[in-house]
């Protein structure tokens, strides 16, 4: 049998700098996917790997759904690609009508980008270029959050709340400040759904609306659920108090719904579970199921309508991407949303989230399960630490996970994070649980 290295990597593994990877440890002992079909992924040997976390988020609709494939065949043949500045192709305002239909309120003008992101930093640029539009070009700063993940875009670490990934580069965007994390274990352990406790803490914008005072904030920016810092589903009334003081003091509320968009919290955005309006939501991932490269922003009329004076042959927001709207993207995008639609994937993720939560939290009681947390088709697990260091014990079961039980998890520290495809059955959840426990167990 030839190695794994020979069989399918006929390159060095050597020259591919992986993306948030322990590169060493990959390459000296690779987990390689290479293909991948409805709730599985296969490897070069032919094993099949249940997909417990969408691939990262994204792969909604699960793998390689035929209606997707043959859009994006189709699209490749046709048209494949024409350039996004002054000139348009049918599939993207197509797709962008489709989004701002979805989307709640007066949330309806969508523009693209090709990643979280991108998208993040668009939705930026957007409420700095538009306090500028709207004369009060002092409001400048932005407010993030502890523990939140924005992208890894200047904008977004610094928005960002998440240490490892800002540590590391310097002074990042001048005039940011954070609101504290709403995470609290001695309040909120295993909780399905929202917690009870934490509204209060969207209080703490005012303190920092006296610290710096109003008329120099632009926007606030926040996951309406954290996802990537381990599944942090936002306190009951937590999101509408926040709402509150935003439209007390004039400041733009953005939710970044990259992870949340597209029915994974059951309803086609977060805004809506949580009958929360902001002025901007980004998204990417799911839009068209992960299976080419797309984000955007979905900005309320008043926003866009005021970039809508001047001379009409003047740019109006000078910002945009070659790839903005692409055409395999937006193709991919819209046969996605069908598909979306016509199995009712959001609802069912809303009907299969009371099941879910109870089958997650069966593990609790579970060898080093220190707190579960679910929401929509979505949980986390936090593992207590091994005492040689943070994220070993969760590495290995990512690792073990792969090699020893057939599934994909994803992991973020101690914490294993849950979150697969919606399409995914009651029997499959069963299945998915019942291999978590058993690694769980083998990484006692
Ligand atoms: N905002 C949010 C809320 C995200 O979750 C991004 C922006 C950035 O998206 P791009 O497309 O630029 O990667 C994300 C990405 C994890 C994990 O394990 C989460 C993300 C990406 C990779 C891993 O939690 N989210």
Known sequence: MPALRDLHAPNDLEAFWMPFTANRAFKANPRMISGAKDMHYVTPEGRK????????????????REPIVEAIRAQAGELDYSPAFQFGHPKAFALASRIAAMAPGDLDHVFFANSGSEAVDTALKIA??????????????????ERGYHGVGFGGISVGGIVSNRKMFGTMLAGVDHLPHTYDRSQQAFTKGEPEWGAHLADELERIVTLHDASTIAAVIV??????????????????RLRGICDKYGILLIFDEVISGFGRLGTAFAAERYDVLPDMITFAKAVNSGTVPMGGVIARKGIHDAFMSGPEHVIELFHGYTYSGHPLAAAAGLATLDLYREEKLFERCAAMEPRWADAVMTLKGLPNVLDIRTVGLVAAIDLASLPDGVGRRAFDAMDR?????????RVTGDTIALTPPLIISENGIDELIDKVGRVIRAVA
Request: hydrophobic share 40%; proline share 7%; with cysteine.
């Open 401 to 409: 996970a792969f090699r020893d039980f057939d599934l994909m998890i």
């Open 49 to 64: 790997i249940l997909d417990g976390v969408a691939g990262l988020w994204c792969c909604n609709a699960g793998h390689n």
């Open 223 to 240: 996951e309406p659920m954290a996802g990537s810092t381990g599944v942090l589903p936002p306190p009951k009334g937590y999101l509408k």
């Open 128 to 145: 700095l270029a538009y306090w500028q539009a709207k004369g009060e070009g002092r409001r400048t700063r932005l407010i993030g959050r």
